[in-house]
């Protein structure tokens, strides 16, 4: 059965700060995808980022970055220089890739509050 | 913009009652859609897939019975909560590939 973790329930931290959301998953396939999602109090949920097994080439997009390691499973995820403004619940998830699902698996969620 | 919707954002309603959620998929058709269930401060967990043009298929405890899922069309998924009870109050969240929608905040009093 697929499984993600996120041992990290809550993270306080200072904006301007560095901070590691951590990620870790348990799949028997080997095709699947992983994902970063944003949820702020509003609810919704903001996509982040996917990424296929496949492809461990770690990536950055502004102050986000991801660290994707096969061989210990995690997908962790580092907010640089943060901003007051990325307080929210940060979900990891994982499908399966085979018939194109997108069904989804989901860690428990990082809340991070980042303090002025 | 977004490229999924729900409607409606909240509902509250009495016991007993039944209530429609709607997920559409703009710019985009969606042969599969996902309903997601949220208790507060708890992760999302899968309750159905909405498949296009056939029955949906329920995860392991829910109530299909309970949880009406009609896929009409290829950007149309709807869920009926029928005879809803507090204990069905909860945030629902319908997926479209990789997006979601905003959520509906159903409340049962």
């Known amino acids: 059965a697929q499984k993600v973790t996120q041992a990290q329930t809550e993270i306080s931290v200072v904006e301007k700060e560095d901070v590691t959301l951590d990620c870790v998953y348990e799949?028997?396939?080997?095709?699947?995808?992983l994902f970063w999602y944003k949820q702020p109090p509003s609810g919704e949920l903001v996509f982040l980022i996917r990424?296929?097994?496949?492809?461990?080439q770690n990536e950055i997009s502004g102050r986000y970055s991801w660290n994707f390691q096969k061989s210990t499973s995690s997908f962790n995820f580092t907010i640089t220089a943060s901003q007051v403004v990325d307080s929210a619940v940060y979900f990891c998830?994982?499908?399966?890739?085979?018939?194109?699902?997108?069904?989804?698996?989901f860690g428990k969620g990082t809340k991070l509050t980042v303090n002025p | 913009g977004a490229v999924v919707s729900q409607h409606p954002s909240w509902v509250i309603c009495k016991s007993g009652t039944s209530v429609k959620i709607e997920c559409r998929s703009l710019?985009?058709?969606?042969?599969?859609m996902f309903w997601y269930r949220q208790f507060p401060k708890q992760s999302l967990m899968l309750m159905a897939t909405s498949n296009e043009g056939s029955k949906a298929t329920y995860e392991q405890g829910v109530e299909k019975d309970k949880f009406l899922i009609n896929h009409a069309s290829l950007t149309l998924s709807t869920l009926t909560v029928t005879s809803a009870h507090p204990e069905d109050s909860s945030f629902y969240i319908c997926?479209?590939?990789?997006?979601f929608g905003p959520g509906t905040r159903l409340t049962v009093l």
């Open positions: 998830a994982l499908s399966e890739a085979s018939g194109g699902s997108e069904k989804l698996v």
């Open positions: 710019d985009f058709q969606a042969t599969t």
């Open positions: 997926s479209a590939r990789d997006f």
């Open positions: 799949t028997r396939d080997t095709t699947y995808y």
């Open positions: 990424r296929n097994s496949f492809d461990e």
